[in-house]
């Protein structure tokens, strides 16, 4: 039972991590740019969250605010930041590394701006499901109804974004524009555009990361919450492993993290 447990506790939280991953893959892919400021857009998300569940009181509300809130402030981003240091940075010695300088300082923006406006303190947010595991056979598992619910939230979004991507036009010009974005201008690809529209998906992917993240511990967290910097640590190794430009390999990659670290734990935690 410990072994199935620990499997499931591994699972669980790879399928956060491959939410965090998918958002990591979602900008390369449209932009190629490593955004490390995706777990502040993540914990600006969770606020959008609250406040919706603390003026509507219901969870199933603040999940669409919370990821519309965060693609429309990834836009924004989009827009006002990367697309200016496109222009400006476009070359040089700088130009790779540029982005990623920019990213990082708008993670301790986004956090200092959260605490202006929210202050320091531990806010909740309680699970709409049960957290309680599964019983089978009288023995308790630690697999829950809010567990299931995060696997399949995991499953359907890659399976949608997987159609986007591969199926569609849209997809085809969020390729084209990372890739090739001045063949894809002649081609007609409105290349800004598709490049923000890449960075809102990654803002929504993000913002469910973020709350699940919350819910999915003890419901509280805080501009200074560590279990956010673990989220991006975590999401962008998975993003790597899955090789940074794989919807599905983000999955995998999460899921085998996810586990080998429960693993690794109960090991750990056994021998001592």
Known sequence: MQLLNTLLIGITAGSIYALMAIAFVLVWRSTR??????????????????????????????????????????????????????????????????????????????RAVISMIWGGQDLRIVAPISNDGFTINGSTLVFSPLKLLILVVVVILLILLSILFQRT?????????????????????RVDAVRTLGWALAGAAGAVAGLFQTVNGNGTFSPDSIEFSLLLVSGFIAAVIGGLDSLLGAVLGGLFLGVTISFVLMYVSSGL
């Open 33 to 110: 740019v490593v955004n490390f400021a995706q777990a502040g857009m993540a914990l600006l998300s969770t606020y959008f969250g609250y406040e919706a569940v603390s003026r509507i009181g219901s969870f199933w509300v603040a999940l669409p605010v919370a990821m519309i809130g965060g693609a429309l402030f990834a836009a924004l981003v989009e827009l006002i930041l990367m697309r200016l240091l496109v222009k400006h940075a476009s070359s040089g010695a700088i130009a790779g590394v540029a982005p990623i300088i920019a990213t990082l300082g708008l993670l301790g923006v986004i």
């Open 169 to 189: 036009n849209l997809g085809l010009a969020l390729r084209a524009s990372a890739h090739a974005p001045e063949i894809a201008r002649l081609s007609g690809v």
